[in-house]
C-alpha cells in the first residue's frame, strides 16, 4: 500500500468516527446474567490452571461480536440485584422456583456447588474486566435486570435520533420493540423489531404482554390459562391478533360474553385476579422500580462510562490464562472500543 492510499484509508477512518459522533445513537443493553449463563452452558473453555472459563471468556467474545455487529455509541450491561425477585414472588409465590437446583454444565462441572462456585468467580472477575472498557454496569438489589433494561430502553428512546437495542433470549421483552427498540435474541441470532414479531407470533407487539399473560412462561413458573394454547387462542380470542390494542380487560370482556361456550371462557373469569398478578409480574411497560431507583438510573445514564483500559485488561486476560478465546486481544479492545472511548469523552467532557 503506497502512502497516497494509507492517507486516503485513514481519512475514511476518520470520518467513520466523525459520523459515530454526530449521527444517530445506538444504545447496546445487555441482559449480563442472561448472556453470562448462555455461555457458561455451552462453552467448555479449560485455561492451562485446569480452570473452567467458559462463561467468561463466551462473555467477552461475545461482547465483542455485538459491538461490531451493532455499532453502539454507549453499552449498558445489566445484573439482578440481590433478591431480585422478591417483588413478584409476592405476587406469584412460585415465581422463579426451582431454578439452581440443577447444573447447567455437566460435562464439565460433577457437584452443583462446584457448578455455582465457579459461576460467582467467573462473574465477579467478569466484572473487573467490564470496568477496563468504555461501558456503563448496572445493579440495585431488589431489582430484577428486565426492570432495570426496560426502563433504560424507554427513557434513552425518548430521544428521537436514539435506538435502543436489547440483548436477552427472554421473550419478555418483545412487548417494548417499537420503531426505536429492536431486541436482539443471541440464541435465535435474530432482531426482533415489531415487523418480525407479527411475522412470528401473528399479533402486533403491543398485544404481545396479553399474548403472554394468557399463554403463561414455564421457565418463570407463571401458569397460563389451562386448555389455552397457541391453536386455540386465534379463535377464541381473535382480536388479540388485530391491529389495534387488544387489552386483558377486553379479554375479560370477551370471555363474560362467550361463557356458556366454551369452559376456557370460565376459566378466564374465574381465574381473573391471578391473571391481573400475571400481568403486574410480566409487564415491563411499568417496571417495579420506586423513584429513589429510577433516580439512580437517571444518574447512571448522566454519568460517563468507563475509560479504556487496555493495559490492565491485558494483564487480567493473561493471568486468567484465556489464550485464544479473543484472537489478538490488544486489535481487539482497539478495533471494538476506541471509538466508544472516543464518543465518551466528547459527551462528557
Known amino acids: 500500500m503506497n502512502n497516497k492510499d494509507l492517507l486516503k484509508l485513514l481519512d475514511n477512518i476518520h470520518e467513520d468516527e466523525k459520523n459515530v459522533l ?38 467477552l467474545r461475545s461482547l465483542g461480536s455485538l459491538v461490531k455487529q451493532i455499532q453502539p455509541t454507549a453499552v449498558y450491561i445489566v445484573f439482578d440485584g440481590i433478591g431480585s425477585s422478591l417483588n413478584r414472588k409476592s405476587l406469584i409465590p412460585e415465581y422463579k422456583s426451582g431454578r439452581n437446583t440443577n447444573r447447567i454444565n455437566a460435562n464439565v462441572f460433577d457437584r452443583l456447588d462446584d457448578e455455582n462456585e465457579s459461576k460467582a468467580d467467573q462473574i465477579g472477575r467478569l466484572i473487573q474486566y467490564l470496568r477496563c472498557l468504555p461501558i456503563k454496569i448496572l445493579s440495585i438489589d431488589k431489582v430484577e435486570a428486565d426492570d432495570i433494561i426496560a426502563f433504560l430502553s424507554v427513557e434513552t428512546t425518548k430521544n428521537e435520533k436514539t435506538k435502543a437495542y436489547i440483548v436477552s433470549s427472554d421473550k419478555d421483552f418483545l412487548q417494548l420493540t417499537d420503531d426505536n427498540i429492536t431486541v436482539y435474541s443471541p440464541v435465535e441470532k435474530e432482531f426482533y423489531t415489531p415487523k418480525k414479531v407479527k411475522e412470528k407470533y401473528g399479533i ?36 388479540l391478533f388485530e391491529e389495534k390494542l387488544c387489552t386483558l380487560d377486553d379479554i375479560f370482556e370477551t370471555a363474560k360474553s362467550n361463557y356458556k361456550d366454551h369452559d376456557i371462557y370460565c376459566r378466564i373469569i374465574v381465574d381473573y385476579d391471578k391473571l391481573k ?48 478465546v479473543l484472537k489478538n486481544v490488544e486489535y481487539w479492545l482497539r478495533d471494538n472500543w476506541t471509538i466508544i472511548d472516543r464518543y465518551n469523552k466528547a459527551k462528557y467532557k
Not at 32 to 59: K, S, T
Not at 219 to 229: E, F, N, P, Q
Open 22 to 59: 454526530k449521527d444517530e445513537n445506538r444504545i447496546l443493553i445487555i441482559d449480563g446474567l442472561n448472556l453470562f449463563l448462555r455461555n457458561f452452558a455451552v462453552l467448555n473453555y479449560i485455561n492451562p490452571q485446569g480452570i473452567h472459563i467458559g462463561g467468561l471468556g463466551g462473555f
Open 204 to 239: 402486533e407487539s403491543y398485544n404481545f404482554l396479553t399474548y403472554k399473560v394468557l399463554m403463561g412462561d414455564g421457565s418463570d413458573k407463571i401458569a397460563g390459562v389451562k386448555g389455552l394454547g397457541p391453536k386455540k387462542l386465534p379463535k377464541m380470542f381473535p382480536q
Open 277 to 324: 398478578d400475571n400481568k403486574k409480574v410480566m409487564d415491563l411497560g411499568n417496571p417495579i422500580l420506586d423513584d429513589r431507583e429510577k433516580e439512580f438510573i437517571f444518574n447512571i445514564m448522566k454519568s460517563p462510562s468507563f475509560k479504556l483500559d487496555i493495559a490492565t485488561f491485558i494483564t487480567l486476560y493473561n493471568e486468567d490464562g484465556l489464550g485464544n
